[in-house]
């Protein structure tokens, strides 16, 4: 079946223009996760992991290889932008469906926010003459207009950026272990791997916690299903390749960069906010600190907003033409084949939220302690679309791709969110609870969700 007849069969009409292909998709979510993200977060895991930031960014790599799995079956069930969203609600039914999407949205709305905000702080060092809110302006106008312009220009500046990144990683890594060679830092070990005098497990599912903001993205591959070349087959694959590929690299760099912090046991005891740039210095002076600094901030105020723009605004159109969110999010620009508005409002609470983050001293904290909860979640109830779709409707009789898998995902998952922080954890319920009360009045209002290719049945 071709991937526009895959678009068809559910009643809905090939608007979003196909022209990704499979080295598209994985550059897209490379550039989504960041193949540098460690650089802005090395210090808080380092700290939540007990000096072990290598086994939290293994764990949460092995953890997020069972979600893609059964990423890989829905993907194939239901072939549909909406991702998470279309899956729990074709899989299990549309209330869940939209609470799942809900749920998902929380992190996808909030992330461009943080991103902006953490790189506009980081330009405003470098470049103080511009204030903190005319960095984040810039960098919201800059992706609107990437964005607005079609996928294909987005996925163009994607490999640009991708390319520079590998760059800075490979000049870290090469004089980093240079450095190690020659005597600098604490030389080689295990430590960062394993420390028996700090490891429990709650203290690296805490740490986890934190470590899987830099794999969100991956999912984000999902999300282009209706623009790929290759449909459902080709995203399944570019997204276990992207979210291995990427969990090796960051491993790498944390490995190195652990074993070069100058002072481990401050580090251990609260994050410094600059772990990662220090360890540069001493690998290399302080041109790699300031390289790792601008790399930082370039590739999370454009490379990685960019790609998670794209995301939210296809969630949005999604879930805006099955009438579960305002009709007009679900306008498509017949130029440039984009869903605009959805884009355009992406954009506004962006700048709306970054400015009022940006006026708060811990507004990065905050932020960064939301992130996560929602697609931890979203990536659960995922699991359970993959076994109530396959093995109690359909029966299935592949138990480990359909059952035992998504169990495991599962399981690991919810020890994660266990040891989640406390604010992120009552925020993500306040905001389910929040999207709860939307879906009671929409239902009271008789504004039920429309999904295409259901039976009446499934309607509910």
Known sequence: MQPQEQIEQ????????????????????????????????????????????VLAYLVGMVALLFTAASYAQMVKAFPLSGSVYNYTSRGISPPVGFLTG??????????????????????????????????????????TVINLRGVRMTIRLTRVMIAAELVVLVLFLAAGVWALLQGAGHGFSLSPLFNPDTFSWPVIFA????????????????????????????VSKAMRFALILAGVLFMVQVWVAALLVPDPATLLNHDTGTAFQDA?????????????????????????????????????????????LPAFLSKVSVKNSVPTNAILLVSALSIGLGLYMASREDGVDVLGSLINMGALVAFIMLHVSVIVHYVIRQRSDNLWAHLISPLIGMAILILVVINAHVLAQVTGFVWLVVGAVFLAIMYATGRRPVLRGLDAKERV
């Open 280 to 324: 540069a210095a001493v690998a290399g002076g302080e041109w790699l600190r300031e390289l790792t600094s601008d790399a930082t901030a370039i590739s999370w105020g454009v490379a990685n907003t960019l790609v998670a723009q794209v995301a939210v605004s296809r969630l949005l159109y999604a879930m805006a033409r099955d009438r579960q």
């Open 10 to 53: 559910f009643g809905y009409r090939q608007e979003l223009r196909r022209g990704v292909g499979p080295a598209d998709l994985v550059f897209y979510g490379l550039n989504f996760m960041v193949p540098i993200a460690p650089f802005a977060i090395f210090g808080l895991v380092y700290y939540r992991s007990g000096g072990m930031p």
């Open 102 to 143: 809900w749920a998902i949205l929380l992190d996808y709305l909030l992330l461009p926010s943080l991103l902006y905000l953490v790189a506009s702080l980081a330009m405003n060092e470098t470049v103080p003459q511009v204030p903190v809110w005319g960095w984040l302006i810039i960098f919201v106008a800059v992706n």
């Open 207 to 234: 740490a986890v916690s934190v470590a899987v903001l830099s794999f969100l993205g991956f999912d984000g591959i999902a999300m282009l299903v209706e623009e790929s070349t290759g449909g459902s087959a080709q």
